[in-house]
């Protein structure tokens, strides 16, 4: 049986749209050419992403102008669930505060 591959982003004491990205970028692992927009994220996370999970923790605690950004986050997420979800693929999503 495959073993599950998960990814965990972790937002808690993001400061910064910036650093937000970078933890994107850690977490997926994507590659250093990662262009840091939401644009970006999705085409990595659509050409790049293997996962089988992808929890989000930390939504909660980061400052109230980032808000959006974590909005965006889930959007994207959910966009890709079902993307995939098309093509039989399935893909779990946890946000966590």
């Avoid at 808000?67 to 965006?72: E, G, H, I, L």
Wanted: a negative charge.
């Amino acid at each position: 049986m495959k073993k599950q591959k998960v990814v965990t982003l972790d937002l808690r004491g993001c400061q910064s749209l910036g650093e937000i990205h970078q933890r994107i970028k850690k977490a997926f692992a994507f590659p250093n050419f990662y262009g840091e927009n939401w644009d970006a994220f999705w085409d990595l996370l659509w050409s790049e992403c293997d996962a089988d999970r992808i929890v989000v923790r930390g939504e909660e605690a980061v400052l109230e102008e980032l808000k959006p950004s974590v909005a965006m986050i889930n959007e994207i997420l959910q966009e890709l669930k079902e993307h995939r979800a098309k093509y039989g693929e399935q893909i779990e999503i946890e946000l966590h505060s």
